[in-house]
């Protein structure tokens, strides 16, 4: 006893769309070729300031300096930034073609006192 089954065209279960690919391999290539910042420069990605760590495919790792640490020093946080801020968002990086980082010391100085003296001393 012979069966036929008919040819039936069966749609796909789900459509792959090829633009997210083509946009991941574009992101790779820039990722790599561009050099946006690298491991020890300091940086601000997607208003998170830190000093990078590592970059990975997907994301990349900050020690974050300041938020309630009122210098530009370490808070203990360690982020993960998806690398997609690099194209949604600025990237500052402070390191990048000049190797010092500009900062400011505020010293009070009492109205009244002798400011040439407070001059000298420094």
Known sequence: MLIFFKKIAYPPLFYLNPLPVYFFLLFLILLSVNQFYEPGDRVQLGGITGDVIDI?????????????????????????????????????????????????????????????LAREIL
């Open 56 to 116: 990975s495919i997907l994301r990349t790792t900050v020690m974050e300096i300041g938020g309630w640490v009122k210098a530009d020093l370490y808070n203990g946080r360690i982020v993960r930034i998806a690398n997609s801020f690099v194209f949604k968002e600025p990237v500052y990086n402070y390191s990048a073609d000049f190797p010092f980082v500009w900062d400011e010391i505020v010293l009070p100085i009492k109205y009244g006192c002798d400011h040439r």
